[in-house]
T-cell receptor, first 116, second 110 residues
Framework: EAGVTQFPSHSVIEKGQTVTLRCDPISGHDNLYWYRRVMGKEIKFLLHFVKESKQDESGMPNNRFLAERTGGTYSTLKVQPAELEDSGVYFC??????????????FGEGSRLTVL | KQEVTQIPAALSVPEGENLVLNCSFTDSAIYNLQWFRQDPGKGLTSLLLIQSSQREQTSGRLNASLDKSSGRSTLYIAASQPGDSATYLCAVEDDYKLSFGAGTTVTVRA
């Protein structure tokens, strides 16, 4: 069974540009999450999809971030325009359970974003 | 707001020694607690998941305990090996969101 895959693994962009990160969850996992770690800080929750619906986007830092999950399959996270403080590692995770908690989460290897 | 603390921040032990990693959290209303391992430049690998109704979970040389009322979990790794060198992260789940600690970086010396 393929794991959670993320693309690109590393992206370097100039301040003000746009970047789109992609996540392919494990097949059959309805729950999809985005987390990020910025330099020197703990990993923080960004948002949670159940199938194609946003269940919780309380962790999204501002309206420069837009997440979508087309048809309940893969997800994209767009940052537009990127700022220096957006640099960090963006992790995607997926899980199967829908009730009583998310159960065991499976993480991708992350997309490292560097904004210059 | 949930706060998760991991002590120590770093640990270096000789091969064969047992490892004890501590995690504490401030809000006991959690669904579960999960321990992860992260190797440099890699993603997070789930090690053990303890449901809120459970007190411990075991997998091979790993054993994790959970005391929800006191807000503590401990990860024990028996007979450490150089391959156990990594960063270990504790995370508690509340309402489908994980709150992470900063991690404990473990070095096992051959």
């Amino acid at each position: 069974e393929a794991g959670v895959t993320q693309f690109p693994s590393h992206s370097v962009i100039e301040k003000g540009q746009t970047v789109t990160l992609r996540c392919d969850p494990i097949s059959g996992h309805d729950n999809l999450y985005w987390y990020r770690r910025v330099m020197g800080k703990e990993i923080k929750f960004l948002l949670h999809f159940v199938k194609e619906s946003k269940q919780d986007e309380s962790g999204m830092p501002n309206n420069r971030f837009l997440a979508e999950r087309t048809g309940g399959t893969y997800s994209t996270l767009k940052v537009q325009p990127a700022e220096l403080e957006d640099s960090g590692v963006y992790f995607c995770a997926s899980s199967r359970r829908l009730a009583g908690g998310s159960g065991e989460l499976f993480f991708g290897e992350g997309s490292r974003l560097t904004v210059l | 707001k949930q706060e998760v603390t991991q002590i120590p921040a770093a640990l270096s032990v000789p091969e064969g020694e047992n490892l004890v990693l501590n995690c504490s959290f401030t809000d006991s209303a959690i669904y579960n607690l999960q321990w992860f391992r992260q190797d440099p430049g890699k993603g997070l690998t789930s090690l053990l998941l303890i449901q809120s109704s459970q007190r411990e979970q075991t997998s091979g040389r790993l054993n994790a305990s959970l005391d929800k009322s006191s807000g503590r979990s401990t990860l024990y790794i028996a007979a450490s090996q150089p391959g156990d060198s990594a960063t270990y992260l504790c995370a508690v789940e509340d309402d489908y969101k994980l709150s992470f600690g900063a991690g404990t970086t473990v070095t096992v010396r051959a």
